[in-house]
Each structure stands twice: as structure tokens, then as C-alpha cells.
């Protein structure tokens, strides 16, 4: 059974600060990595996609990935309280089923004003 | 449109009755996923197809499930006989190609009684 795990939260940080958001994996295979974001009764929105290790950085996110330690995180600078939401880590499976993605529980942000 | 659709955003059905799923995928998008998300839990991989063809339905949990896309667009997702447990939101994804990043409808909300 593959694996995703985040903390769940509730993450509080005070507007302007560094957030950042982490999730492990078990499938050693796996070798691509997104972050959604979903507000209370929406949709995941897609924020980031990682699929080589190191950083990437889009605006105000920076997503991070070691393949080697099954790790990958998001870090979102200057957090605004429309950042308020629950972010989901999602983990493509190895092999002939790669388009399969198996998601955490996802961590709920809240941004204090 | 320009996202993908998903029709009803809410349904509430009798248990044992059969209900339907509507999906309309972003134009041109050859891949459709769908999802099922529990509350307080990220979206569980139901089925995938790729154009008309399911390659998998690993994740159906029952033979009450059952989905079709016969002109490789327009997905429907049918349950029969439904029970309490499937009370979730239903996600529909679609990706341009099998392993790009996946883009969610608002989900249908569904609710047995």
C-alpha cells in the first residue's frame, strides 16, 4: 500500500511569514510530485509540480524534493491570509501505473491577519 | 469551457437508488481520472481512462461502480444501489497526457439518506 503523509495541522502562521509544508512517501519509484491547494468546499488547485530533486520556485512558493530521503516539501513566503487553506501532497505511483497519483490527507494553513 | 465541469455539484439520493456522475474534461485533454474524497481526506484514484479506452478501475471499490467515456470526452460515473458509505465528493481530473499534472472540476457532492 503506497503512502503519503502529512501533518495534518492545523499550521498557524502569522501574515508575512514562511510557511512551510511537509510530506514523506513510500514508493522509492516515484518520480513525480504536486501540491494542491484546496479551499474549504472547493476543488484541489494545482500549485506546483516537482519532478527532479532540488528546488523550484514559482512567485511566492518554492517546492523542494530529495528522492533520496522520500521527501518532499512546499515552502510559501510572505503568507497571506488568502493562503488560508488545506494543501495537499500528491505522489505519482512507480512503474506502468505512473499517472496514478496517491495523495496525503492533505495539511490545513491558516495565515493569522 | 476552460476547466473541467462536473454536473450535479450536489446530490441527494435514497439509499438503494442509482445515481449518475456527469464529467466534462478540458478540451482535448486525452487523460480523466476520478476521485473519491472523503471528508478530512485527500481524493482516493478510482478509474483512469485514457481517451475511450479504462486502462485501470483498480480503485472502484465495489461492482456497484461502475464509469464510462464512449467518445473519449464526456465521462459518466454510475452507482447503483447506493449505500451510505458512498456519501463523498466525487472528483473529476484530466491531464493533457497521461503523466501531466492533473486538473480538477469542483466535484459533486454526493449524500445518501
Known amino acids: 500500500q503506497k503512502e503519503v503523509e502529512q501533518n495534518s495541522g492545523p499550521l498557524s502562521v502569522p501574515e508575512g511569514a514562511i510557511a512551510s509544508l511537509n510530506c514523506t512517501y513510500s514508493?522509492?519509484?516515484?518520480?513525480?510530485f504536486f501540491w494542491y491547494r484546496q479551499y474549504s468546499g472547493k476543488s484541489p488547485e494545482l500549485i506546483m509540480s516537482?519532478?527532479?530533486?532540488g528546488d523550484k520556485e514559482d512567485g511566492r512558493f518554492t517546492a523542494q524534493l530529495n528522492k533520496a530521503s522520500q521527501y518532499v516539501s512546499l515552502l510559501i513566503r510572505d503568507s497571506q491570509p488568502s493562503d488560508s487553506a488545506t494543501y495537499l501532497c500528491?505522489?505519482?505511483?512507480?512503474?506502468?501505473?505512473?499517472?496514478?497519483?496517491?495523495f496525503g490527507k492533505g495539511t490545513l494553513l491558516t495565515v493569522n491577519p | 469551457g476552460a476547466g473541467v465541469s462536473q454536473s450535479p455539484r450536489y446530490k441527494v439520493a435514497k439509499r438503494g437508488q442509482d445515481v449518475a456522475l456527469r464529467c466534462d474534461p478540458i478540451?482535448?485533454?486525452?487523460?480523466l481520472f476520478w476521485y473519491q474524497q472523503a471528508l478530512g481526506q485527500g481524493p482516493e484514484f478510482l478509474t483512469y481512462?485514457?481517451?475511450?479506452?479504462?486502462?485501470?478501475k483498480s480503485g472502484l471499490p465495489s461492482d456497484r461502480f461502475f464509469a464510462e467515456r464512449p467518445e473519449g470526452s464526456v465521462s459518466t460515473l454510475k452507482i447503483q444501489r447506493t449505500q451510505q458509505e458512498d456519501s463523498a465528493v466525487y472528483l473529476c481530473?484530466?491531464?493533457?497526457?497521461?503523466?501531466?499534472?492533473?486538473?480538477f472540476g469542483d466535484g459533486t457532492r454526493l449524500s445518501i439518506l
Open positions: 481530473a484530466s491531464s493533457a497526457v497521461e503523466n501531466q499534472p492533473q486538473h
Open positions: 500528491a505522489v505519482s505511483d512507480s512503474g506502468g501505473s505512473n499517472y496514478k497519483l496517491t
Open positions: 514508493d522509492r519509484g516515484s518520480q513525480s
Open positions: 478540451s482535448g485533454h486525452v487523460s
Open positions: 516537482i519532478y527532479s530533486n
Open positions: 481512462f485514457q481517451n475511450e479506452a479504462q486502462l485501470d
